[in-house]
Protein backbone atom coordinates (compact mmCIF):
# COMPACT_ATOMS: atom_id res chain seq x y z
CA UNK A 1 0.00 0.00 0.00
CA UNK A 2 1.28 3.53 -1.29
CA UNK A 3 2.03 5.90 2.00
CA UNK A 4 3.08 9.60 1.82
CA UNK A 5 4.15 11.41 4.40
CA UNK A 6 5.66 14.96 4.56
CA UNK A 7 7.56 16.75 7.21
CA UNK A 8 9.86 19.97 7.90
CA UNK A 9 7.12 22.68 8.26
CA UNK A 10 7.22 25.05 10.51
CA UNK A 11 7.09 28.67 11.86
CA UNK A 12 9.85 31.30 10.58
CA UNK A 13 10.27 35.13 9.49
CA UNK A 14 9.51 36.91 6.88
CA UNK A 15 12.64 36.19 4.40
CA UNK A 16 13.32 32.89 5.76
CA UNK A 17 13.71 29.48 4.09
CA UNK A 18 12.47 25.91 5.12
CA UNK A 19 13.26 22.09 3.34
CA UNK A 20 9.87 20.44 3.34
CA UNK A 21 10.35 16.95 2.94
CA UNK A 22 8.00 13.74 1.42
CA UNK A 23 8.95 9.98 2.15
CA UNK A 24 6.61 7.75 -0.25
CA UNK A 25 7.07 4.22 0.45
CA UNK A 26 5.28 1.00 -0.65
CA UNK A 27 5.19 1.57 -4.68
CA UNK A 28 7.50 -0.37 -7.08
CA UNK A 29 6.78 1.84 -10.36
CA UNK A 30 9.68 3.28 -11.96
CA UNK A 31 7.71 6.21 -13.59
CA UNK A 32 6.32 8.85 -11.71
CA UNK A 33 5.23 12.47 -11.22
CA UNK A 34 5.17 14.42 -7.94
CA UNK A 35 4.11 17.32 -6.73
CA UNK A 36 3.73 19.81 -3.95
CA UNK A 37 0.03 21.56 -3.30
CA UNK A 38 -0.63 24.20 -0.45
CA UNK A 39 -3.82 25.18 0.99
CA UNK A 40 -4.79 28.38 2.98
CA UNK A 41 -8.45 28.45 4.65
CA UNK A 42 -10.70 30.39 2.58
CA UNK A 43 -8.56 29.53 -0.38
CA UNK A 44 -8.66 26.84 -3.35
CA UNK A 45 -5.65 24.56 -3.06
CA UNK A 46 -2.78 25.45 -5.15
CA UNK A 47 -0.43 23.90 -7.45
CA UNK A 48 3.18 24.76 -6.23
CA UNK A 49 5.68 22.79 -8.16
CA UNK A 50 5.69 19.08 -10.35
CA UNK A 51 8.54 17.05 -10.54
CA UNK A 52 8.41 13.54 -12.75
CA UNK A 53 10.67 10.80 -13.10
CA UNK A 54 13.28 11.74 -15.06
CA UNK A 55 13.69 15.02 -13.25
CA UNK A 56 11.25 17.25 -15.15
CA UNK A 57 10.31 19.99 -12.84
CA UNK A 58 7.13 22.85 -12.85
CA UNK A 59 6.58 25.62 -10.98
CA UNK A 60 3.41 27.88 -9.95
CA UNK A 61 4.19 31.42 -11.37
CA UNK A 62 3.37 32.66 -7.70
CA UNK A 63 7.00 31.08 -6.47
CA UNK A 64 9.41 30.93 -9.29
CA UNK A 65 12.74 32.10 -8.65
CA UNK A 66 11.92 30.94 -5.09
CA UNK A 67 11.02 27.73 -4.52
CA UNK A 68 13.01 24.39 -5.95
CA UNK A 69 11.55 20.78 -5.93
CA UNK A 70 14.08 18.25 -6.19
CA UNK A 71 14.00 14.66 -5.65
CA UNK A 72 15.88 11.63 -4.16
CA UNK A 73 14.78 8.58 -6.01
CA UNK A 74 16.68 5.89 -4.19
CA UNK A 75 15.38 7.45 -0.80
CA UNK A 76 12.00 8.08 -2.41
CA UNK A 77 12.10 11.05 -1.13
CA UNK A 78 11.11 14.56 -2.26
CA UNK A 79 11.64 18.16 -1.53
CA UNK A 80 10.93 21.77 -1.63
CA UNK A 81 13.04 23.97 -0.78
CA UNK A 82 11.21 27.19 -0.14
CA UNK A 83 13.14 30.56 0.35
CA UNK A 84 12.25 34.10 0.65
CA UNK A 85 9.08 33.63 2.57
CA UNK A 86 6.37 35.98 2.77
CA UNK A 87 3.24 35.74 4.97
CA UNK A 88 0.91 35.06 1.45
CA UNK A 89 3.19 31.26 1.39
CA UNK A 90 1.35 30.72 4.95
CA UNK A 91 -0.43 27.37 4.22
CA UNK A 92 -0.57 23.29 4.58
CA UNK A 93 1.64 22.46 2.28
CA UNK A 94 0.78 18.70 0.81
CA UNK A 95 2.74 16.14 -1.17
CA UNK A 96 1.16 14.19 -3.48
CA UNK A 97 1.92 11.04 -6.02
CA UNK A 98 1.19 9.69 -8.98
CA UNK A 99 2.50 6.18 -10.26
CA UNK A 100 3.09 4.84 -13.93
CA UNK A 101 3.31 7.99 -15.55
CA UNK A 102 5.82 9.33 -17.73
CA UNK A 103 5.05 12.82 -17.38
CA UNK A 104 3.09 15.38 -14.87
CA UNK A 105 1.03 16.78 -17.59
CA UNK A 106 -1.64 19.31 -16.19
CA UNK A 107 -0.23 18.22 -12.85
CA UNK A 108 -1.76 21.75 -11.19
CA UNK A 109 -5.08 20.31 -11.17
CA UNK A 110 -4.68 17.92 -8.44
CA UNK A 111 -5.63 14.84 -10.57
CA UNK A 112 -3.54 12.44 -8.12
CA UNK A 113 -3.63 9.41 -6.30
CA UNK A 114 -2.11 9.86 -3.26
CA UNK A 115 -1.96 12.44 -1.00
CA UNK A 116 -0.42 13.19 2.12
CA UNK A 117 -1.50 14.97 5.20
CA UNK A 118 0.19 17.92 4.86
CA UNK A 119 2.63 19.77 7.03
CA UNK A 120 1.85 23.51 8.11
CA UNK A 121 3.84 26.46 7.20
CA UNK A 122 3.42 29.19 9.17
CA UNK A 123 5.51 32.59 7.98
CA UNK A 124 5.60 35.46 10.44
CA UNK A 125 6.67 38.97 10.39
Known amino acids: QVHVAESGGGAVQVGGSLRLSCVAS????????MAWFRRTPGKEREGVAA???????AYAESVKGRFIISQDSAKKTLYLEVSSLNPEDTAMYYC???????????????????WGQGTQVTVTS
Open 26 to 33: GYTARSHC
Open 51 to 57: IDSDGNT
Open 96 to 114: AADFFVNRCGRWWVGDFAY
